[in-house]
């Protein structure tokens, strides 16, 4: 499974896909340099604060931290200095936990990726991913009897492998497409599904579809899914790709049911970090590069959240968030914002 | 083609499974027999009138029948007396045209189902299924230059082949999936698609998706569905499978486009027949069992309808139209009831 086409590039690609995609969609033909944006601070309402690094290490002892524009750029480089940030949180016993809704890896892999990009070796147990965070609602928050149905990545299954979490579905269907209604009813299905986990599946397809809706025609079936905010990533040259929503999007409209999305801004991932490590909320803070995502998540599940601009955001979009007439939108300021992680912890 | 998985028993089996999948999702346990619907006719504030056969082939011309519910009940048989009325029909000298959102089989293949399920031969000029008109409108409505990405069933590429359209997809996708955009940017596209075109496609999947929204990525593409509503039916035995809205939600939410939807109630079915027939409005009617698509289209082309309680719908389901607060339902109310199409046609 490490082999799988997808691990190797994945990791920087989607988050520079994802900056172009929103461009596109944004229409923006340039992003003002985010020098001249924090000039423009001034017009905002209810102004998140640059932070100053004596007054976050007092005021926190844990740190949560988004992984994709926040350790390193969108072009896989690492964010200068974030090593000897970590290094000095970690001197000052402060607890740093890393929190990403890739679904596509394992822990394992990304701890090799962080390894290789920053030199630095981040304890697994303090990563969480999405892919992980799905195996662990089941077990842990959800406690779900019987069967996995996985339309899932190989990160995805090879964390519900070292929970010892049966599971059934992962890798191509092996029934040949039928639009055939009594060949389908001939079809067994697997008995005592207990969940359908839907993340990055790149063998979604009639059957999958077909056979995720009738677990899930069960009430008693719980329906969970890694995320379901963004639906395709613009790799390049006109070309797209599906990612989870895309999917997530379909069998809802199938199976006429919502999810449980474990992907941050939902709650879960805090939920199942706390199953793992003690947290005390009003002590904790959320770093991240992405608006939705990572700020969403902090008032989500209340506690304080610093956007840093290595990433996907900018201090324009808080504005626009601010002057937006969208109460979900108007909720999404940060407590703090920081050129960068490293930024942040340089006078520590 | 012919020999295809699905299209021996999609016709009768998609029906009958679309009633039940319907009454799951309403929760009744129990439909009342139509007798007494109709005595609860009283209820109705703004009501259908009992078309009488004369009045009927007095005020129109054309005849619009959809077909499933309406020439045979939801368990195949046929309706008794049926070859009659469209024996006396085509006496009197009206144009009798099916319109169906069927989108797996061709009008050859229908025409032979209804020859030997009824004994009929039906002029295959006069069968408007989606799959047909899905080609129709893509040669002669939107004059699409170029080749067609079809994500399709059987029939539509037959119908496509039939109108001499270029179309390429149809089938399973030759590429192994991958979700590594590294990839997926050194695969060629084709060149020159000029419309996505999406129906009932056993072979849908992540390159599927990725192509069609990759295609779609060019704003000068036309997006076409052959339907959007309904996502999946209940097969039986809790078996669900995905129908065409499942990969229309899905394609939209991927590509951020919102498709030109083929089906009824949409007005292109009625368009695509005026490129064939001539046809007077005022002087047409649609005939349906179904009160979303068949009445919805005949609103939406602004023709008088004709409600048969032979299948999907019955007056409750007018009722709870006409009660409703959403004036989308509000505006399903058919202009006139028949038991079933025989039964209107009996005093001819």
Known sequence: MEG???????????RSSYVV?????????????Q?????????????????AASEIVKRYDTFLFDVDGVLWNTDESPIPGITDSLEKLKELDKTVILVTNNSINSRKYLQKVIKRRLGYDFPKENIFTVAYTAALFVKEIANVQGTVYLMGSPGMASEMDDLEINHVGFGPDPDPPSMDPQEILQRPLHENIGAVVVGMDPYIGFNKFSKAASYLYNPNCYYVATNCFEGGLHVGQGKVMPITGTFVTALNFLSKREPVVIGKPHKYMLECIETKHFIQRGRTIMVGDNLRADIGFAKTVGIDSLLVLSGANNLQDVQENLESDCPSKKNLIPDYYAMSLADLCKSL
């Not at 799988?4 to 989607?14: G, V």
């Not at 995609?21 to 340099?33: A, D, G, H, N």
């Open 4 to 14: 799988f086409r997808a691990t190797r590039t994945i990791l920087s690609l989607t």
């Open 21 to 33: 995609w929103r461009q596109v969609l944004r229409k923006e033909s340039t992003i003002s340099p």
């Open 35 to 51: 020098t001249n944006l924090i000039q423009d601070l001034s017009y905002l309402k209810q102004e998140p604060k640059l932070a």
